[in-house]
């Protein structure tokens, strides 16, 4: 699309060497500079990739990183596996699953399970597939940046997401975030530009497969279904603004047939085909449960997680200040500390209204001028649709505006480097470029030490509750006991210790359904009395989803047996973090 867009600030320094000097063949230099950006490309997708795989065991295996690639584990032993809602395809006398909730899906679990047939069950294959995924991302920001604002852009972009905080330690637990929804994002996105420019229908049906992989993958992806549609609309609404007529309509449908060219009925065919096959295990789940339904309407107005939808005000400040934890990394306080980038807020609210008015102002950049509007109408259209929720608001939601941000900060930087090198002379002409190379040297560099800070915190701690390292520790214990069925008196131990101990360990959930412990939990505690051997664990005073300790000990006590503390495992930092008990 930006071909000729190979090199920002190519031609100032071109203009400045002397004429006689010989020139390479324009061909040539061309494709040198394209080996060129392609070349940096890749060293950032590595540089990603070694970020990522440091230390990969820390944090401990998630609770909610296993959930999802425990039915793979089972489909590869040859195992039962339980079907939500008791939903899924039968083949070979096998319960293939389609979904592993009602509102996320099963990509992880079928994309893990390669991986765990070439590598074995645990946490390095767990994690490679996220991680894989967030290397694509790097990748895919490169080709995008570079369609949409030049080379330059996208070199500049996607070195920016290779070290971003937010992005690199979400991937590295990315089943617990779903990061590699950003991939598919991507995907999508470059699949239907390469389409529209060439006309090729297999790229039509990518976009669109790739759209209903999405939704398949977690139905949150519904806000980019919609945010693609809203953004367009308030794109053609901007070009009326900027270029008024008298016949906005014909207009706007002149600009939609030109930005969407269908030219036969089989394009509607491939792109209809495409969703319906990537979403078919959603829509499969849905029309015999209807579970999504059911999740979506018992969570319409007030979720049970406590997020009343209703009260706008105070969602949008909260999800503003999700935005703001998105941008600086300081999200990860689990692996010991806080470590942010305060650069982050600042410079890209200053990169997106300045990219809004040089594209609006400077006749040479206005080719860029919808691209810009439309990265930042379906940013606003995501913000708005994040103030509603069927579970919790907070950052982790957010993630589907990267790399958004990288994209705007480096376009700003380099194509206003570039406009404003053409207005000065002689040496000076330098000074910008040399000032938007800063700027985003100055960003990668503090996210590099946001980064170190946060690897320097798991090498101390090994994380803390829930993302323990000492969950290692745990599994390797209760392996060496024989206790393959102890009892969780709390939540986050089963899904985690059966994909560390290969399903040799399978703990049962007794804590019931509330917080506060009800007759549920008392009823299950007694019965589990009755074994002699039965092995319990339970998270110290402090870090507990669910508070059970107390009312545990009542228990035991009332039953006249004497509770035994067998062992406290700790993290690295010495720290306690789980208990192991036994009754006399």
């Not at 950006?37 to 609770?63: D, K, M």
């Not at 490679?128 to 030049?150: E, K, Q, S, Y």
């Not at 996105?189 to 090729?200: H, M, V, Y």
Request: net charge positive; glycine share 10%.
């Amino acid at each position: 699309m930006l071909g000729s867009e190979t090199g920002i600030g190519a031609e100032v320094v071109a203009g400045t060497a002397d004429a006689t000097r010989p020139r390479l063949p324009a061909r040539l230099r061309a494709s040198v500079r394209a080996h060129a950006a392609l070349g940096v490309t890749l060293l950032a997708v590595a540089l990603f990739g070694a970020l990522c795989l440091y230390q990969i065991r820390l944090p401990g295996l998630y609770y909610d990183e296993a959930y999802d690639v425990v039915p793979a584990m089972q489909l590869l032993h040859g195992q039962p596996v339980q079907l939500a809602r008791g939903v899924g395809i039968h083949l070979f006398g096998r319960a293939f699953p389609v979904m592993i909730g009602d509102y996320w899906g099963t990509v992880s679990t079928y994309a893990v399970l390669p991986l765990f047939w070439l590598l074995g069950v645990g946490v390095l294959p767990l994690r490679l597939w996220p991680i894989g995924a967030g290397m694509l991302a790097v990748l895919f920001t490169f080709a995008l940046g570079r369609r949409l604002f030049g080379t330059g852009t996208g070199v500049a972009a996607a070195l920016l997401l290779a070290v971003f905080p937010s992005f690199v330690f979400w991937s590295r637990v990315g089943i617990y975030v779903i990061s590699h929804i950003v991939a598919i994002t991507l995907g999508s996105i470059l699949a239907f530009l390469i389409w529209r420019a060439g006309g090729r229908r297999r790229w039509l049906f990518l976009a669109a497969l790739l759209a209903g992989i999405g939704l398949t993958t977690k139905l949150l992806f519904i806000w980019f279904l919609i945010a693609i549609p809203a953004a367009y609309l308030l794109l053609l609404a901007a070009d009326w603004l900027a270029a008024p007529s008298r016949a906005p309509l014909r207009d706007s449908w002149a600009r939609l047939r030109a930005d969407v060219p269908v030219t036969s009925p089989l394009d509607l065919v491939a792109a209809g085909a495409g969703f319906l096959l990537g979403a078919f295990p959603v829509i499969y789940y849905n029309l015999v449960s209807r579970g999504s339904y059911l999740v979506l309407r018992a969570n319409l107005t007030q979720t049970n997680r406590g997020v009343d939808n209703f009260a706008l005000w105070h969602n949008a400040k909260v999800e503003l200040d999700a935005v703001r934890v998105l941008l600086d990394g300081g999200y990860f306080w689990f692996y010991g500390g806080i470590y942010t980038n305060p650069l982050w807020p600042p410079i890209a609210g200053i990169a997106a209204a300045g990219l809004l008015v040089l594209t609006h102002a400077a006749p040479e950049l206005r080719r860029y001028r919808r691209a810009t509007v439309f990265l930042l109408a379906f940013s606003a259209v995501i913000f708005v649709l994040s103030c509603f929720t069927v579970s919790i608001l907070g950052p982790t939601h957010l993630l589907i505006l990267v790399p958004i941000p990288q994209l705007l900060v480096a376009a700003f930087a380099l194509l206003g480097g570039r406009w404003l090198a053409g207005r000065l002379a002689g040496p000076l002409r330098l000074a910008p470029l040399a000032l938007a190379g800063l700027l985003l040297v100055a960003l990668a560099a503090g996210d590099l030490l946001v980064d170190a800070r946060y690897h320097q915190a798991l090498a101390r701690t090994g994380g803390y509750t829930n993302f323990s390292s000492a969950i290692y520790t745990l599994a390797e214990q209760l392996e060496a006991e024989g206790a393959a069925r102890p009892y969780a008196l709390d939540w986050g131990f089963k899904y985690n210790l059966e994909i560390i101990t290969n399903g040799r360990v399978v703990p049962q959930e007794i804590y019931g359904a509330t917080y506060e412990p009800g007759p549920d939990f008392e009823a299950a505690v007694r019965r589990a009395l009755a074994d002699p051997n039965a092995v319990f664990i339970a998270h110290v005073e402090g870090s507990e989803s669910f508070p059970r300790l107390d009312a545990f000990r009542r228990i035991v006590a009332e039953s006249g047996r004497q509770l035994v503390l067998v062992r406290t495992d700790k993290e690295l930092s010495g720290r306690p973090a789980y208990y192991e008990f036994r009754v006399k």
